[in-house]
C-alpha cells in the first residue's frame, strides 16, 4: 500500500504484508481467497449511472448515487460486523474542495454522517472561516465503516476501502484536496512522511492540488496546532481563488 520510495524489496515485502492481511481477513469471515476473484459488486457498477470518470459536474448526484449504490449493504472488510451506519460522505457534488477524514467516529456511525461530532464542529467552524458553507464542499473519510474503539484504519480497510472514495473523488474532481490528518494524507499520497512534514505545502493527487494538514480531532487535544492549520486552509483558499479566475 505505501510507497517504498523505490527499494524493490521493502516495496515486495509491503506487498507480502498486505496479502497476508487479506488472507487473515477472509480467514475471519470465513471467505475463501477474496483476493483472486473479482469484487461481489465491482465499483465499475457504479459508474453506470451517469459515467462518474467521464462526466463529472453535469451528472453528479446520479454518479455519486451510483457509487453509494456499488457499496451497497458492504461487507468487503469485517468492520461491517460493528458499524450501526456506513458513512458515504455528504455536500455538493460539483465541490470545488473535498475534504478527506479517517474514518466515522461514534457521533458519525450512529447518525451516518460524516464529521458531526466534535471534530466536525471544529471542522464546520474551520469551513465557515474560509467563508464557505458544509453544503458547498464535500466531506468524507478513507474508510466509511467506524474501527471499533477508533482504533486506527488496517491496511486491508484501507484496501477494500479506497476505491470508493476515488471513484467519488473522480465524479466530484475538486479543484482542491484537503486531506484531514495522517491516514488521509498517506492514503491518498502514497507517502509515509509524518504530517507535521506533509502540511503546510501542496502535492498532487492525480493532478489535483492536495493540503494535508492536522486532523481537526489534534486541533481539540492541541489548540496550539491551530495556528498552522489556518496557515494551511488559507492557502486552500488562494488555490482556489486563482482557479477561478
Ligand atoms: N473523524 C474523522 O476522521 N471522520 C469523521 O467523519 C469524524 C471524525
Not at 464542499?137 to 486491508?156: E, F, S
Not at 502535492?203 to 492536495?210: A, D, K, R, T
Amino acid at each position: 500500500m505505501m510507497r517504498a520510495d523505490g527499494d524493490p524489496r521493502e516495496e515486495l515485502l509491503g506487498l507480502v504484508r498486505l496479502l497476508a492481511e487479506r488472507v487473515r481477513a477472509d480467514g475471519e469471515m470465513g471467505r475463501a481467497l477474496s483476493y483472486l476473484v473479482r469484487e461481489q459488486e465491482p465499483v465499475e457498477a457504479a459508474v453506470v449511472a451517469g459515467s462518474a470518470a467521464a462526466e463529472p459536474a453535469v451528472g453528479g448526484h446520479a454518479a455519486l448515487d451510483g457509487v453509494r449504490a456499488a457499496l451497497g449493504d458492504c461487507r468487503r472488510c469485517l468492520l461491517h460486523r460493528t458499524r450501526h451506519h456506513l458513512v458515504f460522505g455528504e455536500g455538493s457534488p460539483q465541490a470545488e474542495l473535498v475534504f478527506v477524514g479517517e474514518a466515522p467516529g461514534a457521533d458519525e456511525d450512529a447518525q451516518g454522517r460524516p464529521f458531526v461530532g466534535n471534530a466536525g464542529q471544529l471542522l464546520t467552524k474551520i469551513i465557515g472561516a474560509m467563508g464557505l458553507r458544509r453544503e458547498e464542499v464535500y466531506i468524507c473519510n478513507i474508510l466509511k465503516c467506524r474501527p471499533p474503539g477508533n482504533r486506527n484504519p488496517q491496511p486491508d480497510e484501507i484496501i477494500s476501502c479506497e476505491p470508493f472514495l476515488i471513484r467519488q473523488l473522480q465524479v466530484i474532481q475538486p479543484k482542491v484536496i484537503c486531506a484531514l490528518g495522517t491516514f488521509a494524507a498517506h492514503t491518498l499520497l502514497k507517502s509515509e512522511a509524518p504530517i507535521s512534514v506533509l502540511r503546510g505545502r501542496f502535492h498532487s493527487y492525480q493532478g489535483i492540488p492536495l493540503m494535508p494538514t492536522y486532523h481537526p480531532a489534534y486541533l481539540l487535544r492541541n489548540p496550539g496546532a491551530k495556528k498552522q492549520v489556518w496557515e494551511d486552509v488559507q492557502m486552500v483558499m488562494q488555490a482556489l481563488r486563482q482557479e477561478r479566475r
